[in-house]
């Protein structure tokens, strides 16, 4: 009797895992599809996951960013963001750009901190076969899928040139840097050097100049450094507008703020715009996020769409004489 239920047992067992064998068949046509399938677009079958490696929410330019991306990611069906904030330290960059890669991201958008330190982590997550849009602060070399950022040399050329016709050809500037170990930073100083022609227009003199890391604290901190070296500046030229506020703000409380020009960077409508209309900064060059276009140019990688290498986007300047009409494209 016992062999009978083993004999019965083996022969249910077998039957089994041919009805499962052949459920497992398809058909040339459906084969057809799920090789079709396979090789789509993870965008198109099932949404995808965007990964995002900000460098810090100090600054209002910066939340502005991970704001515009999160709306433009909300705007696509199936999309998931996963956000990462630095807090303004690379070693903790270059860890969250491992684990957001760790994750399985579909696209990676980092913003660095630095260009050095993130050079690496990037090149790697871009060699896994991971797209990586690099997004405002470059890194070194071409590893990596796209850039997208603002051309920062140019916007501190003609941050220069409005400076040396403002001043008319004469007077003393203070230059409040941004992080002087971003491309932002070097750009923007090296262009508004370019900009202001001190061969051609010898009496211009940069007397002070103070790397404040982007950070309004910082730039009040070192513009009163600058008040009390120097009692005849005329001009502050800060690589941000947070920054120039921080030097207005030195400057009122010195009493000197109607003797002196503020120009900054970034050109937020709440923020440099506002400063602007209010008096307080005398103009502001736009430095466009990019964050909407990132969110755009990863569904197009993932749609199958060749990327560019670099995008670059454009500047306008905001002066109180053309602050009320939009403010005027630089061309």
Same mark, same amino acid.
């Given at each position: ?6 004999v ?25 599809s799920s090789?079709?399938a396979? @090789?789509?677009?993870?965008? *198109? ?17 910066? #939340? ?11 705007k696509?069906?199936? #999309?998931?963001?996963?956000? *990462? @904030?630095?807090?303004? @330290?690379? %070693?903790r960059?270059?860890?969250? #750009? =491992? ?20 050079? *690496? ?11 990586? !849009? #690099?997004?405002?602060?470059?890194? =070194?070399?071409d590893?990596f ?21 403002? $001043?008319?050809?004469k ?18 100083h090296?262009?508004f050097? =370019?900009? %202001?022609?001190?061969?051609s ?6 007397v ?6 982007? %950070?309004e ?17 005329? $001009? ?16 009122k ?5 109607g003797k !002196?020009?503020f120009?900054? !960077? @970034? ?31 990863? *569904?197009?990688? %993932?749609?199958?769409?060749a ?6 986007l ?15 494209? !630089?061309?």
């Amino acid at each position: 009797m016992a062999l009978t239920k083993d004999v019965l047992a083996c022969a249910l067992a077998l039957a089994f895992a041919l009805g499962c064998s052949r459920s497992k068949e398809s058909t040339p046509s459906e084969a057809h599809s799920s090789e079709a399938a396979k @090789d789509a677009p993870k965008a *198109k079958r099932d949404g995808f996951t965007i990964g995002l490696s900000q460098c810090n929410l100090g600054e209002p330019w910066r #939340v502005q960013m991970n704001a515009d991306i999160t709306e433009a990611a909300r705007k696509l069906p199936n #999309v998931r963001l996963v956000a *990462k @904030d630095a807090q303004n @330290d690379s %070693l903790r960059q270059r860890a969250q #750009v =491992e684990e957001l890669a760790n994750q399985g991201v579909d696209v990676l958008i980092v913003s660095p901190k630095e260009a050095a330190p993130l050079t *690496k982590p990037v090149a790697e997550v871009f060699q896994k076969g991971i797209p990586v !849009i #690099v997004l405002d602060r470059e890194v =070194e070399g071409d590893q990596f899928t796209s850039f997208i950022g603002g051309d920062n040399q140019r916007i501190g050329r003609e941050a220069g040139k409005w400076a040396a016709k403002a $001043l008319g050809g004469k007077g003393e500037i203070v230059e409040l840097e941004g992080l002087m170990t971003s491309t932002p930073g070097q750009d923007r100083h090296s262009g508004f050097a =370019e900009g %202001l022609a001190l061969g051609s227009n010898p009496g211009l003199k940069i007397v002070f100049t103070a790397d404040m890391q982007w %950070l309004e604290p910082n730039a009040r901190r070192e513009m009163e450094s600058a008040l009390a070296a120097h009692p005849g500046i005329s $001009l502050v030229y800060a690589h941000n507008d947070p920054g120039a506020h921080g030097a207005y703000l030195a400057a009122k409380a010195a009493g000197r703020e109607g003797k !002196i020009k503020f120009v900054g !960077i @970034d050109a937020l409508p709440h923020e440099g715009v506002q400063y602007v209309k209010s008096g307080i900064l005398d103009a502001t060059f736009t430095y466009p996020t990019g964050g909407a276009e990132a969110v755009q140019l990863a *569904k197009d990688i %993932l749609d199958g769409k060749a990327p560019p290498k670099r995008i670059t986007l454009g500047t306008r300047i905001y002066t109180r004489d053309n602050v009320e009409r939009g403010g005027e494209e !630089i061309r």
